[in-house]
């Protein structure tokens, strides 16, 4: 089951498709060439990967917290970069 969190971060060039892209998800319909950003259910800490990744059976009977959606690898790095550095700073 995935669950959009509140805030949900979306990269500037999915900005106006996040509506659309988070129906489809959740439909099953998961555009394979993006990254998804979740909070782990064992650190709750942020952590990504391939939005293909989600169609394992493994997380047919998980809860995934999506916190982000992005198009590219450098975007989902800088993403947990300042994830890292706020719970630094915090």
């Known amino acids: 089951m995935l669950v959009f969190e509140p805030g949900l971060y979306v990269s500037s060039d999915l900005r106006d498709q ?3 892209l988070c129906e489809n998800i959740m439909r ?3 555009p394979k060439d993006l990254f ?3 909070k782990s259910e064992y650190s ?3 952590e990504f990967m391939r ?3 989600l169609l394992q059976k493994y997380f047919e009977d998980r809860t995934v917290r999506v916190v ?3 198009k590219d690898y450098q975007t989902a790095l800088e993403y947990l970069a300042c ?3 706020n719970r630094l700073e915090g």
């Open 68 to 70: 982000g959606i992005t």
């Open 28 to 30: 099953g319909s998961v």
């Open 51 to 53: 939005s293909k990744d």
């Open 44 to 46: 709750g800490k942020p």
């Open 83 to 85: 994830e890292a550095y």
């Open 36 to 38: 998804i950003i979740y």
């Open 18 to 20: 996040k509506r659309q």
